[in-house]
């Protein structure tokens, strides 16, 4: 198990700007800048320090949908289908949906509302929230159509307890966010840096890896004819996650600018680590739900995925890839350009309008 944080000396430990008894107090350097990660609640909108938060909120705007728009009863003659390998598949990736996004939510509230000081900032993670809530009654009403069975739905909810895979999922994102969970203020170096991993870790592996391979296995079977309400509702969430990673990335990149030296070579090999074991407990999954292996869907290839998603989360951090591997599903391009495209032309008319701009239907997967 890799070394989580790095040795602390005085000079990380020591509360910035503080009184004795703990209280903010007015800062001896007043040449410094206020940094995004500064303790305290900053609510001054205007003039705007980071309109580009801003931005990204009122584009999240855009994209309201809501799950009665999604038709999961039109699945049911495919699931009556499956074969018994595939039925395996489709019980665990909707046992891994029933608490994947709790996980996710929480973080939203007890981690990076409290941390990230800034009100535009803070707008954007309100309508996240919003999202997640809605991805939370999407997958609900999932396992209500899937799981008639009120003891296979029990089971399901249970599968953090239960499934070995799943169990492994949720330590690792645990592992990583319940040091920063106890943290009040970031008044430190350290504890700045135990944040940046904490958010790098519910952006890059939990959001970008975690749920890419989710949603592969949901455009795996739309490929294949099958399951096209998931496929459907599965690319809004897609549509959603991206929109999430990307502005979780954009905190990085603010981060870097103003407080550069916490990106040393420390941090690179602690998130380098971090990618390579969230890529191990997401294969550790595939090897669940794949088995011996299904026509174009196996553990191999799931390996070679994750991979490329990996290197691709380390340089958008602006850190090397360590795997070098391409992916090996078309269909994940195919099915997602697809179903952008179709998000937009099913919106009402008057929702329509609201929508300026172009569709970026380039993200890699």
């Known amino acids: 198990m890799p070394t989580r944080h790095p040795a602390t000396t005085p000079e990380d430990t020591t509360p910035e700007n503080t009184t004795p008894e703990g209280r903010r107090s007015v800062p001896t350097d007043t040449t410094r800048p206020q940094s995004l990660l500064d303790?305290?609640?900053e609510l001054t909108l205007r003039p705007m320090r980071y309109p580009a938060f801003y931005e990204r909120y009122r584009d999240a705007i855009k994209n309201t949908w809501t799950v009665e728009e999604v038709d999961l009863h039109s699945d049911v003659p495919d699931l009556a289908r499956l074969t018994p390998a595939e039925r395996h598949l489709i019980g665990r990736l909707v046992a891994f949906f029933a608490t994947g996004d709790s996980i996710v939510a929480n973080n939203l509230v007890l981690t990076l509302y409290k941390h990230v000081n800034s009100p535009e900032a803070r707008l954007y993670l309100s309508r996240q929230l919003?999202?997640?809530a809605v991805h939370v009654?999407?997958?609900?009403?999932?396992l209500d159509t899937y799981l008639p069975d009120p003891r296979e739905r029990a089971a399901a909810f249970a599968a953090i307890e239960?499934?070995?895979s799943i169990r492994d999922k949720a330590r690792f994102c645990f592992t990583w966010m319940d040091s920063v969970e106890r943290i009040e203020r970031l008044e430190s170096r350290a504890d700045r840096?135990?944040?940046l991993l904490n958010l790098i870790c519910f952006a890059a592996c939990i959001e970008g890896l975690f749920f890419y391979g989710a949603f592969a296995y949901v455009?795996?079977?739309r490929s294949r004819g099958l399951l096209h309400g998931l496929a459907t509702g599965t690319n809004w969430v897609f549509r959603d996650e991206t929109m999430h990673m990307g502005f979780a990335f954009d905190v990085v990149d603010t981060v870097r600018?103003?407080?550069?030296?916490l990106f040393d070579d420390a941090l690179r090999a602690q998130v380098t680590d971090m990618l390579r074991e969230a890529v191990e407990a997401e294969l550790q999954f595939a090897r669940d739900l794949c088995g011996d292996g299904l026509p174009g869907m196996n553990t191999d290839s799931m390996r070679q995925y994750l991979e490329c998603v990996a290197d691709q989360r380390l340089t958008r951090l602006g850190f090397p890839p360590v795997y070098g591997s391409e992916n090996p599903f078309a269909f994940m391009e195919l099915q997602g350009v697809q179903e952008l495209t179709n998000f937009f032309e099913r919106r009402p008319s008057a929702y329509q309008v609201a929508v300026e701009g172009t569709v970026d239907l380039d993200e890699d997967f």
């Not at 009654?137 to 999932?142: H, I, P, S, V």
């Open 162 to 164: 239960n499934i070995p």
């Open 193 to 195: 840096r135990r944040f």
């Open 257 to 261: 600018k103003e407080e550069p030296e």
């Open 219 to 221: 455009y795996w079977f």
């Open 130 to 132: 919003f999202e997640e």
């Open 137 to 142: 009654q999407f997958y609900l009403t999932l």
């Open 39 to 41: 303790p305290g609640f």
